[in-house]
Each structure stands twice: as structure tokens, then as C-alpha cells.
């Protein structure tokens, strides 16, 4: 017959105490977290962990409170790397977990007990670490903690996760900056008479089927469907490592006449008979597929607006172009959505919405007078 189990949570000011009854004998923890509701929470779920294992009688205090076991004084760096271990992630996002602890939470937490980091002293070291970093940065890096501590709490290593409520930093998201048509030819123009011709051709292909670069520098020649003017997008490429698109899906994109213009000409540079897994896109100096696409920004793209006189904006925007274009031509978002990768309109909607309400160049606004104006009163519309 299990034994009998009773127990309480005590918010205090600035602690939580826990107090239950083991055979007879009455017994008081005290967490050192502060009262929140999530803290709360934890401390109600740990009381009913240890309710459970006095019913079985197999409690052990140091199966339960910081300090009472040896594993408890694993340092947060320790602990960090040992969960890296346990991940399973592409190496470019492993690099950037690294990255995160790396800059932002060894330095503040390397050397200190899992057990003592506060709520407060994450608050702490994220205000001395917004000095240096932005907030999109920060926010990036806090993924990797809350992972870190919510690990920690499930191992049974602290009572509860010091970083849940941490709220994410408020930015200001970059806003897409595209090129006009007339700035887009005048970028193409150059580079067609400045550069080699694999410079041209990737940048007109860029611009004219709104791929990201890092799922265009890793297509090869097998995924050109010619009969039905198509290119299915299946891989991307980062740091010279092979993955999944962004999405996890593949996508067939339809093919313009200038982006199948670009590809009949780098036909002569880098397609091999009988070798359809040959990348279509390489480096002209190198003859390599390009590993990322730092070179082809740094070497000929920011070159170009800067000879042209355009004000300097990142190598992405050839993708912005690419929506902005189509969506003020009027042409329907679910398509262009496809063609971008979206699951659905809604990214859509959210990245380009500006664009989306300039596109029908006051069409809708003037059906709606007409509707309006057809079922309003007589002599409303001259009052």
C-alpha cells in the first residue's frame, strides 16, 4: 500500500518554498527562483514528481533539489557542449548553436552551476549583450539557451528553466528593397559588358526566377526540365554543404524567356554531355560551383551599383525584384507564392504587402465606388 503524500508551494518574495511530510518527518526546500507564474508552475510540477515518489517510497532528496547530487554541479558551459552532442541539425545551424554560445552565453554563464542562473541575471546579461549585437542577433541566440535549460530541467539537473518568460527583443524587421525593372536591366547591361559571361548569366537568372542564392548556386543541369520550360528546386547549398531547401520542399518554378535565355548561354560553360548532376552555376576564375554567395556579391554585384550610382542594398533583392515585378503586373499572388516557395500566400502578404495594394493601380478602388455608388440612396452620392 502506498504511503500517504501531502505538500505545498509557498511563493515568497523573493524565493518559493516547498513543504511536505516523509514519514513523519516534515521537510522544507527552498527554490531559489523568483515567484513568477512560470516558476510557479514549475515548482507545482516538481511537488507533484516528489508526491509521486513518496506514494512509491523511493524518494530521494537528491533525486529532486540542486546541490544534493553530483551531477548538479555541471557548469552551464559543461552542459552546453555535452548538449550539442545530442542534436540533430545541418552542420551550418550546428556552427551557428556554436556561434550563440560562443558570443552570448558562455561568457556570461561558462563557469556558473546550472543550477544558479537566475531569471535576472539572463535579463542581466542580455542588456550587456545588446551593446554589442542586434536584437534579431540576440533573439537567434536566446533559441539556443531556452533549448539548453529546457534540456537541463527535463534531465532533472534544476527545478525549473530560468529563461522561461524571457520575452524576445522588439526590431525592426528589414523591409524588402527591390530594384525598378529600368535599375534591374542597368545592373544585367553592366555586368553583361564588364564581367564574364557566368557573372551575367547568374545574376539575370536570379533576377528573373526570384530563387534564393543559396538554392540556385546548388542546382545542376538534371533539374532543367526544357520541354515544360521548368526548374524543380531541391537542394540548397551553405558553406559548401548539400541540404534541404529552406522549406523542406521541393517546388517546380516556371522558367521566363529570359531566365531560359541565361541558361542557353551557360550551357557552353559548365554543361558536361551525359553529366546531369553538374552544377549549372560555378565560379568563372575557379571553375568550382560556388560554395556560397559571398564571392559573387563582393566581386561583381556591390561593384556594379557602385559604378552604376545605386544605392547599395544586399544581393537578396534580385528575389524582392522578382515578387515586387510580378505583383505590380497584376499577377496572382498564389501563383507567385508557388514560384517563391511559400506554403502559402500569407508570407506573402506579410513581405510584400505594400506592393500587393499598389498593384491593382486603383482598379479595386474604383469597383468598389461603382458597387457603392449604385446602392446608396438617390442624390446621397451629390450631398
Known amino acids: 500500500m502506498g504511503r500517504r503524500a501531502t505538500g505545498t508551494v509557498e511563493p515568497l518574495r523573493s524565493c518559493i518554498r516547498l513543504k511536505f511530510t516523509i514519514d513523519g518527518t516534515r521537510c522544507v526546500e527552498t527554490l531559489e527562483l523568483q515567484p513568477t507564474p512560470a516558476n510557479l508552475k514549475a515548482a507545482q510540477r516538481l511537488m507533484s514528481r516528489i508526491q509521486d515518489a513518496i506514494r512509491a517510497g523511493v524518494y530521494r532528496r537528491a533525486d529532486f533539489f540542486e546541490g544534493a547530487g553530483p551531477t548538479s554541479r555541471q557548469s552551464f558551459s559543461e552542459y552546453a557542449e555535452q548538449w550539442l552532442t545530442t542534436i540533430v541539425v545541418e552542420k551550418s545551424t550546428l556552427r551557428s548553436y556554436r556561434t550563440a554560445l560562443r558570443a552570448s552565453w558562455n561568457p556570461a554563464f561558462g563557469n556558473v552551476r546550472l543550477g544558479q542562473i537566475r531569471f535576472s541575471d539572463i535579463k542581466t546579461a542580455i542588456a550587456a549583450r545588446a551593446k554589442e549585437a542586434s536584437g534579431k542577433t540576440i533573439n537567434n541566440h536566446l533559441i539556443v539557451l531556452r533549448a539548453v535549460l529546457e534540456t537541463a530541467r527535463k534531465d532533472g539537473l534544476i527545478v525549473a528553466n530560468p529563461a522561461e518568460g524571457i520575452e524576445n527583443l522588439k526590431h525592426q524587421a528589414a523591409e524588402p528593397d527591390p530594384f525598378e525593372s529600368v535599375e534591374r536591366d542597368r545592373i544585367l547591361g553592366h555586368m553583361a559588358a564588364h564581367f564574364p559571361e557566368p557573372v551575367w548569366n547568374y545574376f539575370e537568372f536570379a533576377f528573373f526566377t526570384g530563387l534564393r542564392p543559396s538554392e540556385q548556386i546548388a542546382l545542376t543541369w538534371g533539374d532543367i526540365d526544357w520541354n515544360r520550360r521548368r526548374v524543380r528546386v531541391q537542394r540548397a547549398r551553405v ?68 559604378a552604376l550610382g545605386l544605392r547599395h542594398r544586399d544581393a537578396y533583392q534580385t528575389r524582392h525584384t522578382f515578387a515586387t515585378v510580378l505583383l505590380m503586373g497584376g499577377i496572382n499572388p498564389a501563383y507567385i507564392a508557388k514560384q517563391l516557395g511559400h506554403a502559402n500566400t500569407g508570407m506573402l502578404f506579410k513581405v510584400y504587402g505594400r506592393w500587393i495594394d499598389g498593384a491593382d493601380r486603383g482598379a479595386e478602388a474604383a469597383r468598389m465606388n461603382a458597387i457603392l455608388s449604385n446602392n446608396c440612396p438617390r442624390g446621397a452620392a451629390n450631398g
Do not use: C, M
Open 239 to 306: 558553406d559548401w554543404e548539400e541540404k534541404g531547401t529552406k522549406t523542406n520542399r521541393v517546388r517546380d518554378v516556371d522558367l521566363s524567356d529570359p531566365a531560359l535565355a541565361a541558361l542557353r548561354r551557360q550551357r557552353a560553360h559548365t554543361q558536361l554531355k551525359g553529366r546531369e548532376d553538374t552544377p549549372i552555376f560555378n565560379n568563372p576564375n575557379t571553375g568550382k560551383p560556388w560554395p556560397d554567395e559571398q564571392v559573387q556579391r563582393r566581386r561583381y554585384y556591390n561593384p556594379t551599383l557602385r
